[in-house]
Each structure stands twice: as structure tokens, then as C-alpha cells.
């Protein structure tokens, strides 16, 4: 089964640190996507990659960033963190871009609650 | 733009009996995929069914069933013999086979499934 590992399940930062979110997939899948969750707003795509050293904005890209040096890996960074990115953080992969293979699934990590006080 | 609505934020329902979970969703293209996830309390997002647009039938999962309504843009899902493993969040999302760089995702709708 294909395994989407995120290194913390919970994180609790000051407002103004600079905060790394990792996530390492193990099934060689071309694409990974980083998702944040907030009650009654569902899952919102910050950015996705569909290959190494490449990324593209997603529908809330504004205060975060993201890098990708190697393919299994995919890194959410808030440079200077603020308590309305207290979230959960949802990483997600699959094998093909979506473009074109419409009807491939998402295979999510478990997630990590980020707080920021 | 594409829109989808979970208009239930909260449902619950006795063990072994049937619940439906309401999606609605907002597309001027005639070709897309529909999906419904499932999130646990361990928070794992689980892909439960999948819908191709241009097929008719509705898909089925074991007790997952979906009754898709593309003139109405209604996307149910439906949840026989209800298990206590059931309690989730469950989500509704949509894809287009044009615009395919992301999933859009609905609201969420929290399922208790009692004893």
C-alpha cells in the first residue's frame, strides 16, 4: 500500500517562527499536493508539484511556501508563522497529474494540526 | 467556477441502519469525475467511491452507494447497514476532465454512527 508519511502529527509554534511541514511519499508518485482543513471550509489546495523542482499555486498559496528537491519528498514552509495558520495540514500524493487521468485517487497523510500562538 | 455544497455539517444514525449524505455541486462542463472521501477520527482521508459523469450507472462500493442526478448536479451518498467504523467526516469532491490541476472539495459532513 502506498504509505504518505507526515513527520508531525502535532505542532505547536510562536507567531513570527518559521515553520517546516514534511511529507515523504514511497511509492515513486510523480505528484503531491498540500492541503489545509478548517471547519466548515473543507480542504483547499495551498500548492501542488507534479515533479521535482516544480510547484504551482493552488487556491491559498499567500503565506506559504513550498520545495521539492527530491521526488519523495514535498516541504510546506510558513516563513514567519501567524496564528490564522493554525490549521490541519493535509499532505497528498498520486501516481499521474491529474490532467489527463481524471479518474486517479489521492493518497492522503494522516495529517498534522498545526497551532501558532 | 466549480462549486460543491455539503448542506449537512452534521448527521448521525443507529447502527446497521441506512443514511444518506447530500452533495450538491456547481459546473457549466459536461465531463468531470465526483468522489467521496472519508476521514476518520485517525484523520487518513480514505477514497470510498468514484463517479465518471458520462456514465449513467451508479457506482456502488460494497454498502457505498452514490444516486447521481447530473441534470440536478445532486451527488448522494448512501451508507447501508451502518457500522460504528462508518463515524467519520465525509467529503464530497469534484474534478473536471478539463481543468484537471486540482480536486475541489465540499464543506464536510461529520457522520456519528450510534450503537
Known amino acids: 500500500d502506498v504509505k504518505v508519511t507526515q513527520s508531525s502529527r502535532y505542532l505547536v509554534k510562536r507567531t513570527g517562527e518559521k515553520v517546516f511541514l514534511e511529507c515523504v511519499q514511497d511509492m515513486d508518485h510523480e505528484n503531491m499536493f498540500w492541503y489545509r482543513q478548517d471547519p466548515g471550509l473543507g480542504l483547499r489546495l495551498i500548492y501542488f508539484?507534479?515533479?521535482?523542482?516544480?510547484?504551482e499555486k493552488g487556491d491559498i498559496p499567500e503565506g506559504y511556501s513550498v520545495s521539492r528537491e527530491k521526488k519523495e519528498r514535498f516541504s510546506l514552509i510558513l516563513e514567519s508563522a501567524s496564528t490564522n495558520q493554525t490549521s490541519m495540514y493535509l499532505c497528498?500524493?498520486?501516481?499521474?497529474?491529474?490532467?489527463?487521468?481524471?479518474?486517479?485517487?489521492?493518497?492522503f497523510g494522516s495529517g498534522t494540526q498545526l497551532s501558532v500562538l | 467556477a466549480q462549486t460543491v455544497t455539503q448542506s449537512q455539517p452534521e448527521m448521525s444514525v443507529q447502527e446497521a441502519e441506512t443514511v444518506t449524505l447530500s452533495c450538491t455541486y456547481d459546473t457549466s462542463e459536461s465531463n468531470y469525475y465526483l468522489f467521496w472521501y472519508k476521514q476518520p477520527p485517525s484523520r487518513q482521508m480514505i477514497l470510498v467511491i468514484r463517479q465518471e459523469a458520462y456514465k449513467q450507472q451508479n457506482a456502488t462500493e460494497n454498502r457505498f452507494s452514490v444516486n447521481f442526478q447530473k441534470a440536478a448536479k445532486s451527488f448522494s451518498l448512501k451508507i447501508s447497514d451502518s457500522q460504528l467504523g462508518d463515524t467519520a467526516m465525509y467529503f464530497c469532491a469534484f474534478i473536471s476532465t478539463y481543468n484537471t490541476d486540482k480536486l475541489i472539495f465540499g464543506t464536510g459532513t461529520r457522520l456519528q454512527v450510534f450503537p
Open positions: 508539484s507534479y515533479d521535482v523542482k516544480m510547484k
Open positions: 497528498a500524493s498520486s501516481l499521474f497529474f491529474l490532467r489527463g487521468a481524471t479518474n486517479e485517487k489521492l493518497f
